[in-house]
């Protein structure tokens, strides 16, 4: 993997890194040989994922402005270079039909799920990449670019990342490659309340045969980062399984009918 990939020694940043998704891709990371910071909103979990992971991890909220500023310094400070941005840390608030969104909490959406990932990419770009060039890869979804029900404000905050993934590649070509990654249902504790109570028939409706784990997004975003995929910006990597070609392979959906008898547990 090291000699395909020519992560060794890269510096690498993954927000949301201490559980699901991102703790998958930066252990991904690591194990390709990168020199990883995580973040995460609590403490503990942050300090305890970047002594599993032998990197650094810095603690906050990606809503602060701050926060991405420190995480830049940080990680400029204990490695000297920032070679890789992985936009991963996002809410599902608010959950529910879109005329009962509370204004406060759709702007917290956008807040976390689109400005944070351009503000992190500006620090880098201004701190590194500019100079140095990089690589970024963000989060969306696969129910970005269709409805679903109750997700909304999630679906409609991953369409604008994606246009966003987009843009930046635009413009920020030749220096740095930004790409995104849309998953379909993955067993993380964000999306915990639609998979536990029926993961088998959820993945009846789908034509691979099972939900997600963690490491099939990871993979997708390793080799995205990598020198592998040194002539890809601007793509959209679906990774689900399958859920968008269903309708050729089964006529249900499953996961639509738990996002409408199912929520969220309280935040």
Partial sequence: MRSSYG???????????????GRAVAG??????ALVCVTGRNADDVRRTATELGGIGVAGSVADPDHLGEVTE????????????????????????????DPGAWREAFTVNVEAPLRLVQCAWRAWMREHRGAVV????????HVGPNVGAYNTSKAALLHLTRQLAGEL?????????????????????????????????????????????ARAVVWLVSDAAEWVTGADL????????????????????????????PA
């Fill in 74 to 101: 940080s990680v400029l400070s204990a490695y000297g270079r920032l070679d890789v941005v992985v936009n991963n840390a996002a809410t599902n608030r608010p959950y529910g039909p879109l005329m009962d969104a």
């Fill in 173 to 217: 070509a030749p220096r740095v490659r930004v790409n995104s990654v849309s998953p379909g249902l993955v067993r993380t504790e964000m999306a915990r309340f639609v998979w536990e109570r029926g993961e088998e028939e959820l993945a009846a409706g789908l034509p691979l045969g099972r939900i997600g784990k963690p490491q099939d997004v």
């Fill in 138 to 145: 963000n989060i969306c979804t696969e129910g970005a670019t």
């Fill in 238 to 265: 679906l990774v689900d399984g399958g859920t968008r070609v269903r309708t050729a392979y089964s006529g249900g959906y499953a996961v639509h009918d738990r996002l409408r008898s199912s929520a969220p547990p």
């Fill in 28 to 33: 991904r990371l690591a194990a390709a040989g």
């Fill in 7 to 21: 992560l060794e020694g890269r510096a690498a940043v993954v927000t949301g890194a201490t559980r699901g998704i």
